[in-house]
């Protein structure tokens, strides 16, 4: 299925949905995607996109606006914040790419020892 934003949506995830849209907005800003001042779709258009009510896009630009991470104008629409801060954000998404990487090595079984290991092996 072709999605014109190319948001992925895990089914498993429990957090609700407009904090996964959050997080993907949030990760696009980090790694560069979308950088300051990048115009965001329309709440309405992401919402038909990615198949969800226009209230869940709507609290999530509202958290995303709360936090720093992008302005809203009205009549203007919304756009990444060139104030942001862009390592924290980072920093941010490395700890999220990190505790997915810790609870993988647990349900492996993987000391901790050698997860050090292969992450030291990465950081060289």
Known sequence: MYMKFGFVFSQTDSSPMYQQIMEQIKQRIAVGD???NTDLP???ELAIDIKVSVITVKRA???LEREGVIVTQQGRGSRVSDALNMRSLQREEMIQHLEQAGRLA???GLPDDKVMQILK???E
């Open 121 to 123: 092996q990465y950081l």
């Open 106 to 108: 647990k349900s492996l």
């Open 42 to 44: 329309s709440i309405r």
């Open 34 to 36: 979308w950088p300051a």
């Open 61 to 63: 630009y509202l958290e």
